[in-house]
């Protein structure tokens, strides 16, 4: 079932998102969130941030890594998330979850994160944002979908869009970590946040109907409680 809010812009996105995330919060304190990276929750986590909520039991687990980068380089998610959640929401140490960009292995950092995760009890609220090409995550559009975390080569697109964090494509990682839809499927419920009239073709094929691994988030659709908080621009003149 996907319940569908719309926003009328960015900001409003933001203060619909991070209500939604309070809720949560409101009915299990030591909820165990999902969290995103990227532009879009940026608006979420300032609207959190001015509101103060007290977080001291919530966990976290982040969606992604690249790989290569350390948790003190600026482009890394583990930075993205200190400067913009941990430390704003004073999430304690103990309680931020994020797959190591530096690990000596892959395939054994991504065994541990799904083993972490399970040990927390599961995901109560994943908040995901949507790539242009429809990825959940760094899921890439692609034959058949990846079911736990694993290592992902990101594709041209994702390298393109995400190379305004970096200054060219060329300097974007080739590789990540991220959690698999399987992953994000079990958790109980989810929260998809989408921003700008670049979304809006990936987000059309999620209220279209068909689940194709081309389109990644389209697997939304077989969750039995997916939020999607969408702004006017990604919705195009829809809803
Ligand atoms: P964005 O990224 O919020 O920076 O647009 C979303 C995504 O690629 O998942």
Redesign the pocket.
């Known amino acids: 079932m996907v319940e569908i809010i719309r926003a009328e812009n960015y900001e409003e996105l933001g203060r619909i998102a991070g209500e939604q995330i309070l809720r949560q919060v409101e009915e299990k304190r030591d909820s165990v969130l999902g969290l995103?990276?990227?532009?879009?929750?940026?608006g979420i986590y300032r609207y959190l941030a001015e509101k103060k909520p007290d977080l001291s039991r919530v966990r976290t687990v982040n969606?992604d890594e690249y790989l290569g980068l350390s948790g003190g380089d600026p482009r890394s998610y583990h930075y993205y998330m200190k400067e913009y959640v941990w430390e704003p929401l004073e999430i304690g140490r103990e309680n931020r979850l994020i797959p190591d960009g530096l690990c000596p292995d892959a395939e054994e950092e991504c065994r541990r994160y799904e083993e972490q995760i399970r040990v927390l009890g599961g995901i109560d609220l994943q908040l995901?944002?949507?790539?242009?090409n429809g990825?959940?995550?760094?899921n890439e559009p692609g034959p058949a979908f990846v079911c736990d975390t694993h290592k992902v080569c990101l594709s041209p697109e994702?390298r393109a869009?995400?190379s305004?964090?970096f200054g060219s494509p060329e300097e974007v990682p080739r590789y990540a970590l991220t959690m698999g839809i399987r992953t994000i499927m079990r958790a109980r419920r989810i929260l998809l946040?989408v921003?700008?009239g670049?979304?809006a073709k990936a987000l059309q094929a999620l209220m279209g109907g068909g689940v194709t691994p081309q389109i990644p988030v389209t697997i939304l659709l077989l969750h039995p409680r997916v939020t999607v908080a969408a702004d006017a621009a990604a919705l195009g003149g829809k809803f």
């Not at 995901?128 to 242009?132: D, F, N, V």
């Open positions: 995103a990276t990227g532009g879009t929750p940026r969606l995901l944002g949507l790539g242009e990825h959940i995550g760094f994702t869009a995400n305004r964090f946040v921003s700008g670049k979304k």
